[in-house]
Each structure stands twice: as structure tokens, then as C-alpha cells.
């Protein structure tokens, strides 16, 4: 069975650590619930069995194998593997991480026995400097393209959002792109969340989701909720614009800490903000 890769172009927070780690040491009690999205593409839901919030994973078959969109938690290799059985006899020959977090790659030592695995540079640079397991063989700069039985899985790198190495995967034939936590929430549209230990901008992310809104695409498949349109995407990009123009002017009119973090629950029901994520936010919002 044949199979290639193009390499093309040039070159959570502590919440989210945190996150990772309770759940590896608490499996998912529940199988996995998946839906189909497309004639050739389905999505394994991140939010469905209650013990944890992992990523969504999409499901693409072709005739020569499956690429697999992210892997979730390390634990729940059997159970992701076990719905893909459910939907195809064809075994995974791909998986395009989004981004490094755990609850998008934790599987990835476990598929690397039958796959191969693409990330960005910078997401790789980030599990090794974590000691995390399953660090791909393969990364990319700006964009990378798996082609499998006729068609087509590319990454594509915007800029800075979620972390610095976060990236739209877009499925070109179905006009469809998961987007990893550039995206993630029960409720469409979200407040960002910037992991700024690992290159996080909330200044660059609504710039960077301008980039995938150039995609000819009607369905969106965010890190975690909901699949969604483009229009919904368009309504979650304005939202963080919005919260970037607030924010901007909190800190350039010296606003306190406290005021600043006040303001973020008050007018977009963020969670209060972690002090150290705030030092970072307004250090960003400086310049």
C-alpha cells in the first residue's frame, strides 16, 4: 500500500498541565461517542464522556488508510483506536497534531508504532523541551500536506494564537478544517486561552484565524465543542478581536491587575485569570 508526504514552505497554560496529568492518572470510564461530518470524515467527540476534557479527533478514510486530525490523552489509545474500527478497517497511517497540548497528542507514542506524524516546528520544539512522549518525526514550518488514497490533509501554520505552534488542518475535498484550541469551547464562540509559556499571543490571534477564513470552508471542528460553520468562526474570530481591543485599552490606561482581570469576568465572562498569565498578557499588550 502506498503512501506519501509533501513537505511544503519555508520555515495550556499551567491549567492545562495540570489538566493532562489528572488525566492520565483518570482514564475515561465511558466509550468514546463519534458523529459523521462529511461522506469521508468523522469526529470523535473531546467533551463526551465525563471523566475529562480531551481534544476532538477527526476521523478521515481514504482507500489507503485513515489520517487521523489530533489523539487525545495517552489513556484513551484503545478507545480512539476502537471507534476507528468502528468506522473502517483501514488502519492509521497519519495523524496531524494541531498543536503539542497532552489532550491532543497524548496517543502519539502509541500510533508512532504504525504511523507517521506531522507537527510544526515549534510544537515539536515544545514536547521535547517537556519531556513528553511521542514527539513526531516529521515537522514543518509554515505548511505541510499528507496526501493518502487520492486525497488530501494539509496543515497550515498562521501565526501565533493558543501557543506558538498552533496550526488550521484543512481537508480541502470536504472543505472542512479542525482547528485545535485556536478554537475550543462548549459554545461555539470563546474567550482565548494563551499559554504564554509556550509562545501564546492574544495580540497575533486574530490575525491568525484571518488566515484560515481565506480556506474555502463550511465546517469548522474546533480543539474542543461543537462542529460548527464558517459563520460561527467569523462570530469566534470578532470575539477576540473584541476582547484584544478591551484588553489593549485596560493596559495602556494602567488599570491595575486586579481592575484588568475584573473587567475580562465582567464583560466576557472569562474565568478569573491566572496572576502569572495576567503578567504576561499585559506585557504583550505593552508594546
Not at 461530518?37 to 478514510?61: E, F, P
Not at 493518502?148 to 505552534?165: M, P, S
Not at 469551547?185 to 481565506?214: E, F, Q
Amino acid at each position: 500500500m502506498r503512501r506519501s508526504i509533501l513537505i511544503r514552505g519555508t520555515a495550556l497554560t499551567f491549567t492545562a498541565v495540570c489538566g493532562w496529568i489528572a488525566w492520565t492518572q483518570n482514564p475515561p470510564a465511558q466509550p468514546l461517542t463519534y458523529k459523521q461530518v462529511k461522506d469521508d470524515l468523522w469526529v470523535i467527540d473531546g467533551t463526551s464522556n465525563g471523566a475529562g476534557d480531551a481534544g476532538n479527533i477527526a476521523v478521515l478514510v481514504t482507500s489507503e488508510g485513515v489520517i487521523l486530525i489530533d489523539d487525545r490523552f495517552a489513556p484513551d489509545y484503545p478507545e480512539v483506536i476502537a471507534v476507528v474500527r468502528k468506522i473502517t478497517s483501514q488502519p492509521v497511517k497519519y495523524v496531524m497534531n494541531t498543536h503539542h497540548h497532552g489532550d491532543h497528542t497524548g496517543g502519539n507514542a502509541q500510533m508512532l508504532a504504525g504511523a507517521e506524524i506531522v507537527i510544526q516546528d515549534n510544537a515539536r520544539k515544545h514536547m521535547i523541551a517537556s519531556n513528553m512522549p511521542g514527539a513526531p518525526r516529521i515537522t514543518f514550518s509554515k505548511e505541510a500536506s499528507v496526501f493518502l488514497g487520492g486525497k488530501e490533509v494539509r496543515a497550515i501554520y498562521n501565526g501565533r494564537g493558543h501557543t506558538d505552534g498552533d496550526v488550521a488542518v484543512y481537508i480541502p475535498h470536504d472543505h472542512a478544517v479542525h482547528l485545535g484550541d485556536l478554537m475550543a469551547g462548549t459554545r461555539g464562540v470563546t474567550n482565548p486561552v494563551m499559554d504564554y509559556t509556550s509562545g501564546g499571543s492574544l495580540k497575533s490571534w486574530p490575525a491568525t484565524l484571518d488566515g484560515t477564513l481565506k480556506l474555502d470552508i463550511d465546517t469548522v471542528i474546533p480543539g474542543h465543542g461543537a462542529v460548527i460553520d464558517k459563520a460561527g468562526l467569523i462570530a469566534h474570530r470578532d470575539k477576540i478581536a473584541t476582547v484584544l481591543k478591551r484588553a489593549t485599552a485596560l493596559v495602556h490606561a494602567n488599570k491595575s491587575k486586579d481592575a484588568i482581570s475584573s473587567a475580562m469576568v465582567a464583560e466576557f465572562d472569562f474565568k478569573p485569570i491566572n496572576l502569572r498569565a495576567l503578567d504576561s498578557l499585559i506585557a504583550e499588550l505593552k508594546d
